[in-house]
């Protein structure tokens, strides 16, 4: 009898500092909702600003191709006498403009094929520098470069 009573008392003893242990080390307290949205805070400001520096570029090639389309369409409407790089810098910085391309950030270059005649082709190349999307205080920071060419045929082939 003496032996069955020791042996209940020991084990309640250590049923009791198990579950005194378990209660002091109880992992399953706190509080979910803060865990879930601090997580997903975490994950989700670098996906969106990903994306944002993904649409940024998309714009930026948008800008270079209308800039050099716009730019060599003027170019071919202009009387030979009147061609300048000047008339073409300024289309292509109206058309950039329209994709959030500031006229700094573009750079043009018209080349003919040899002496600019009116039967010559009319290459003009627009470069467009893509800046960080969100950082406006960082000028010159940009992460990205997009250049576009476009051809046209000056004079009777029009």
Same mark, same amino acid.
């Given at each position: 009898?003496?032996?069955?009573? /020791?042996? /209940?008392?020991?084990?309640?003893?250590?049923?009791?500092?198990?579950?005194?242990?378990?209660?002091?080390? /109880?992992? !399953? !307290?706190?509080?979910?909702?803060?865990?879930?949205?601090?997580?997903?805070?975490?994950?989700?400001?670098?996906?969106?600003?990903?994306?944002?520096?993904?649409? #940024? %570029? =998309?714009?930026?090639?948008?800008? #270079?191709?209308?800039? #050099?389309? *716009?730019? +060599? =369409?003027?170019?071919?409407? @202009?009387?030979?006498? *009147?061609? /300048?790089? @000047?008339?073409? @810098?300024?289309?292509? =910085?109206? +058309?950039?403009?329209?994709?959030?391309?500031?006229?700094?950030?573009?750079?043009?270059?018209?080349?003919?094929?040899?002496?600019?005649? *009116?039967?010559?082709?009319?290459?003009?190349?627009?470069?467009? @520098?893509? =800046?960080?999307?969100?950082?406006?205080?960082?000028?010159? #920071?940009?992460?990205? !470069?997009?250049?576009?060419?476009?051809? %046209?045929?000056?004079?009777?082939?029009?």
């Amino acid at each position: 009898m003496q032996s069955s009573k /020791n042996r /209940n008392s020991w084990y309640q003893t250590l049923r009791h500092k198990i579950t005194s242990i378990a209660s002091v080390n /109880n992992s !399953e !307290e706190g509080n979910a909702m803060v865990e879930f949205i601090g997580l997903g805070f975490m994950l989700m400001v670098p996906t969106i600003y990903f994306l944002l520096s993904v649409f #940024a %570029v =998309q714009s930026g090639t948008m800008a #270079a191709h209308a800039a #050099a389309d *716009q730019a +060599a =369409q003027t170019i071919s409407n @202009q009387p030979l006498d *009147q061609m /300048n790089s @000047q008339t073409a @810098q300024q289309a292509a =910085q109206f +058309a950039a403009r329209d994709y959030g391309i500031e006229p700094e950030n573009l750079r043009v270059a018209v080349s003919c094929g040899n002496d600019c005649s *009116q039967s010559d082709s009319i290459r003009v190349s627009t470069t467009v @520098q893509v =800046q960080l999307p969100l950082i406006p205080w960082v000028r010159g #920071a940009s992460f990205a !470069e997009v250049s576009s060419s476009s051809f %046209v045929w000056g004079g009777r082939y029009r």
